[in-house]
């Protein structure tokens, strides 16, 4: 089952009495449900086994004493397969502590995209009295408005506070209305303990943008997620900022909405590192119940099981020696002391009938448990035996069937032992998507702040060449008489050759480079050619191959280092189109530096072939994004490789 929302929240123990806590989250529970469907409700007595509580509702309880503190945790299922819900509420106090914890987890047995955030965290957070987890927990829940002269404070103690570990949610709207505050109230307190919320007053905004990169701004009408662990100040990591424009808020339903903010609050919350205590608690817990599960079918248990019923079974024997009429009796006007352990002798005498009377419907009852015992264990009623031979007969049956079973048992024990070591597995691949997941989100902050950082570059672009459009109509006047000496291009040069415009053509010009060379499969590369945007991809292989040669050329008199030709002498290289190497992650791992050693002449390299990290960012066709990667080998023999040209290689964000 995957983990859909989690809040972990500090809880005060009142005067270290943690009975009045622990009755407060019962409580709090029970509102919950007498406000679901079905009206289930807690019982008095609830046992670590989920039984039925009303609708489709099945809840079990569960107590311990774990490293000094005091547990309980109830467990309640909703639905049925594919559609459950599995929520369970842990309450950890310690005695001689004044506070303690509340950890509440909800998993489903499916991925449901229109998963919202549930009603009972705001019933618990209002009976507990709880706050957030971290140390910005003593801000008030509900909506926080940031005046200007508290700007500097909030991004010390808020958002830029390393042990912050809920998600923050900032507005720089200049127009809050009166319906808006309605609806963040009713919306908002399902998302306490995982989210706050906070907006930037109208005197806050210029201020706020004053003292942060621009990456991390404040648009008036937009809502902003500030994640923890997060640097306001730095460029680099306000490239992972991620906010809903006004256009978003204002086209996307309310609930509709809060449903998206609840995602991106628990992009950390799920992952957020729980307290010691709880890990602790959360270890023995698992461990119990697996232990428990694993004796019910050891083989200990198994040989007592053995024991007792041949045991029972030669007390049978021994009793069928015995005349039919010395079974023991059942006397309905009497029980056996309690606490006593001791069997009392066949009774023969016939009942005293002057005792107490018994009310007939209890005798009934009994009668009728008898039939349908009987008609469970395929026994024939006979109405002429009395009430003990017909229990012991039912009793027996009983036995019997389960000495049958017990056989199998050894091999049930198996398959509990694999469902474990499973379960141990499948967290083993939880842990890692978690990580591949963090991994995509990295990535596409990472993208969404380049795809940001080209359209400021591109606006700066355009505002420059407006600036040289009107400086050259100044002097378009003056010199117009004037013959300027700009010598013409080469066209028996190839660098100056139009893009090729089929896979075929560019290999043909690719040749008539002379310090660059291809020596890789061109299968990869044909591809290409089925590719709808083939004509864009191919002029961005062709500029960057002309490109290598323009370096080649310049390599003994000028800039030395691919890296610092495109950082300093290239205009058609960006930083975004060039990659000097590849990540750490993928060098140290061979299932995909594997494919990106591409082969060069033994010239180069004895080995006939090399790690080639560097690569172009070609132009994407359909989502799928295209590599050319390259080798310089400049100080070896002025030459370089391009050793692949395709779709990108295996990484762990596209396999």
């Known amino acids: 089952m995957a983990l859909k929302h989690r809040v972990v929240q500090r809880v005060p123990v009142h005067r270290g009495d943690t009975q009045v806590t622990f009755d407060k989250a019962s409580a709090a529970l029970s509102d919950w449900l007498a406000s679901r469907r079905g009206t289930p409700a807690l019982p008095q007595t609830l046992g670590s086994e989920l039984v039925p509580i009303g609708g489709d509702y099945t809840a079990s309880h569960e107590l311990a004493a774990i490293d000094g503190f005091q547990v309980q945790r109830w467990r309640i299922r909703i639905g049925d397969a594919p559609h459950t819900y599995d929520t369970r509420v842990t309450v950890a ?88 505050d309605r609806a963040f ?16 007053a109208d005197d806050a905004i210029d201020e706020f943008n004053s003292l942060v990169q621009t990456g991390y ?68 817990l698992t461990k119990a119940q697996s232990s428990a599960l694993t004796d019910l079918f050891s083989v200990e248990s198994q040989e007592r099981r053995r024991d007792a019923i041949a045991r029972l079974r030669s007390s049978k024997d021994a009793g069928q020696e015995s005349p039919r009429a010395v079974r023991t009796q059942i006397d309905p006007t009497s029980a056996p002391a309690a606490g006593s ?32 015992a009987e008609a469970l264990f395929g026994l024939g009623a006979d109405g002429q035996s009395d009430l003990g031979g017909r229990l012991q007969a039912i009793l027996w049956a009983a036995l019997d069937q389960a000495a049958g079973a017990l056989p199998s048992t050894e091999a049930a024990r198996r398959e509990v032992e694999e469902v474990l070591q499973h379960s141990v597995d499948l967290q083993a691949e939880v842990d890692e ?137 290239s205009a058609r290289i960006t930083p975004s189109s060039f990659a000097h190497d590849e990540s750490n992650d993928v060098k140290s791992n061979p299932k995909f530096s594997t494919p990106r050693t591409l082969p060069v002449p033994l010239s180069v390299d004895s080995s006939a072939s090399v790690f080639m990290g560097a690569h172009f960012r070609l132009s994407q066709d359909n989502g799928k994004a295209m590599r050319m990667h390259v080798y310089d080998a400049a100080d070896v023999n002025g030459k370089i490789y391009i050793g692949y040209i395709g779709e990108h290689l295996p990484s762990r964000l596209t396999t």
């Open 341 to 372: 352990n001791t069997v009392s002798p066949p009774d023969n005498r016939a009942h005293d009938i002057s005792g107490p009377a018994v009310p007939p419907t209890d005798i009934d009852s009994v009668r009728s448990l008898l039939d349908d």
């Open 93 to 180: 106090l310690h005695p001689d502590r004044e506070v303690g914890w509340l950890q509440y987890d909800i998993e489903a047995s499916r991925d449901d995209s229109a998963f919202t955030a549930p009603k009972l965290t705001s019933v618990l957070t209002r009976h507990l009295e709880s706050t957030t987890a971290d140390s910005v927990g003593h801000f008030s829940e509900g909506l926080r408005v940031v005046r200007r002269e508290g700007v500097g404070a909030f991004l010390d103690e808020v958002l830029n506070n390393p042990e912050r570990t809920v998600t923050a949610f900032v507005t720089g709207s200049r127009s809050w209305t009166d319906s808006q």
């Open 433 to 569: 998507l978690s990580t591949l997941l963090a991994l995509a989100d990295e990535a596409y902050a990472e993208a969404q702040g380049d795809l940001q950082a080209q359209r400021a570059l591109a606006d700066h672009q355009r505002r420059r060449a407006d600036h040289v459009a009107s400086e050259l109509a100044k002097v378009s006047y003056a010199s117009a008489e004037v013959e300027w000496d700009v010598p013409a291009a080469n066209p028996d040069d190839p660098v100056n050759r139009h893009a090729p415009t089929t896979v075929d053509e560019f290999f043909a010009q690719l040749e008539a480079l002379p310090a660059v060379h291809f020596t890789g499969n061109r299968k990869a590369a044909e591809r290409i050619a089925s590719a709808k945007l083939r004509s864009v991809i191919l002029a961005d292989a062709w500029t960057f191959a002309c490109e290598l040669e323009l370096y080649a050329r310049q390599w003994q008199q000028g800039v030395r280092g691919l890296r610092r030709y495109a950082d300093e002498k």
């Open 185 to 200: 109230e009713r919306r908002f307190s399902a998302l306490h303990g995982v989210a706050t919320f906070w907006r930037l």
């Open 217 to 284: 701004q404040v648009y008036p009408g937009s809502v902003h997620v500030f994640q923890p662990n997060l640097d306001t100040e730095d460029l680099l990591d306000a490239r992972r900022h991620w906010w809903y424009s006004a256009a978003e808020v204002s086209d996307t339903s309310e609930k509709g909405f809060w449903m998206r903010l609840h995602t991106q609050a628990m992009r950390s919350a799920l992952h957020q590192p729980l307290p010691a205590a709880l890990q602790i608690v959360n270890a023995e």
